[in-house]
T-cell receptor, first 113, second 115 residues
């Protein structure tokens, strides 16, 4: 079945360093979403990308959707301790018009002060 | 606006016992999802409802899991009998009606421990 893979599984950085997580799909996606889950919390929506090659920014976060719409990345500039958590990408799979969403396994980010 | 409500937040049971989780989505959200999240993994879709109809339950272990969404609002997820490997957080999420795009709103989750 369709898979959404993320790398790396873990990333440990010093505060102020940059962080990037990558998401790859086995098939072309119509759109991709990113979520953040704080330790002990639930996933919270960050952004949705729809267009091929799309780049969106939210303050220190930069999101990209690949030209072939099979990969995406999230880059955080100058990490802060508040960035700690697990970052998930999610893509629609299953071919339904109601949006079955498949999540990647996530990248766990720890930030050392 | 009120978020997605779930209960109970925590449940500890012994294997072979039964458990039920309840979810109340955001008002007006026709699409409702139940996800299972095992520690260290991404959420895995168990079942998706559109109003009170099942859209996808291909990953629901139907020999022990059941879910319903009466009247297209609240939903319950039941496990009977529970196995050790069912220990996980069960997340309910909802989405605006009729959209294939758009964010999922998650509840706080129900953490199940099976001993």
């Amino acid at each position: 079945g369709q898979q959404v893979m993320q790398i790396p599984q873990y990333q440990h950085v010093q505060e102020g360093e940059d962080f990037t997580t990558y998401c790859n799909s086995s098939t072309t996606l119509s759109n991709i979403q990113w979520y953040k889950q704080r330790p002990g919390g639930h996933p919270v929506f960050l952004i949705q990308l729809v267009k091929s090659g799309e780049v969106k920014k939210q303050k220190r976060l930069t999101f990209q959707f690949g030209e072939a719409k099979k990969n995406s990345s999230l880059h955080i500039t100058a990490t802060q301790t508040t960035d700690v958590g697990t970052y998930f990408c999610a893509g629609p799979t299953g071919g339904t018009s109601y949006g079955k969403l498949t999540f990647g396994q996530g990248t766990i980010l720890t930030v050392h002060p | 606006e009120a978020g997605v409500a779930q209960s109970p937040r925590y449940k500890i049971i012994e294997k072979r016992q039964s458990v039920a989780f309840w979810c109340n989505p955001i008002s007006g959200h026709a699409t409702l999802y139940w996800y299972q999240q095992i520690l260290g993994q991404g959420p895995k879709l168990l079942i998706q409802f559109q109003n009170n109809g099942v859209v996808d339950d291909s990953q629901l272990p139907k020999d022990r899991f059941s879910a319903e969404r009466l009247k297209g609002v609240d939903s319950t997820l039941k496990i009977q009998p529970a196995k050790l490997e069912d220990s996980a957080v069960y997340l309910c999420a909802s989405r605006y009606p009729g959209l294939a795009l758009g964010e999922l709103f998650f509840g706080e989750g129900s953490r199940l421990t099976v001993l």
